[in-house]
């Protein structure tokens, strides 16, 4: 298998196969950036939607612990090829929603998945009782509203940051997902490009 040669290189979803590409970017470093600012503690991260990764490779390095789900399987086999597991990141190969139950990928690459029955499982953030929380990235397409909902406990007994992807074209989603963080006590801080920063107050 070939190797990365650099901190920016990744194995990402292709044709149905994993492909390594050398520096395909930051992978969101921007949005990454504008959120960590408003973090003030340094103890866990949960990375939802992680992907390939780019995310937890970075927060890795800001983390004492990372917990990255991901529940497509070319991606998370990416994932693996990208991330040193042996450290201080780990990988649920589930999706995150509003309850138990089982959702299928309409092909290997996609990143959206569907509410029908298939092979992938879905759980609830709170069935995982983490704790220590300081930070929270979501970016599920279309999935938030569902995934905040069955993180209720979580987010209650954490009060971490959240960078939530909150795109313009879902607004039923948006909607949903802005008063299930204010009703939490939550407001937004900021917006860059899809995503959005929230704090407790």
């Avoid at 029955?117 to 069935?127: K, Q």
């Avoid at 990235?137 to 995934?147: A, Q």
Wanted: charged residues 30%; neutral net charge; glycine residues 6%.
């Amino acid at each position: 298998m070939l190797e990365l040669k650099t901190n920016r290189d990744y194995w990402i979803p292709s044709t149905g196969e994993p492909e390594l590409v050398y520096d395909p970017g930051g992978g969101q470093q921007d949005i990454r950036e504008v959120a960590l600012e408003y973090v003030t503690s340094w103890r866990g991260c949960i990375d939802a939607g992680a992907w390939v990764g780019m995310w937890t490779r970075d927060l890795m390095d800001k983390f004492q612990n990372v917990y990255a789900f991901e529940p497509n399987p070319l991606s998370a086999e990416c994932f693996r090829r990208n991330i040193p597991l042996d450290k201080n990141a780990v990988l649920f190969e589930v999706g995150l929603g509003h309850k138990v139950h089982q959702a299928y990928f309409p092909k290997n690459t996609s990143q959206k998945l569907q509410m029908e029955p298939g092979d992938i499982s879905v759980r609830t953030l709170d069935s995982f009782e983490l704790t220590n929380i300081d930070f929270f990235k979501i970016d599920v397409d279309g999935y938030e509203n569902r995934l905040l909902k069955g993180s209720l406990e979580t987010i209650a007994n954490n009060s971490p940051v959240i960078n939530i992807e909150m795109k313009k074209k879902r607004p039923s989603v948006r909607k949903k997902s802005t008063d299930l963080l204010l009703s939490l006590g939550y407001r937004r801080k900021v917006r860059t490009r899809s995503d959005e920063v929230w704090i407790k107050y």
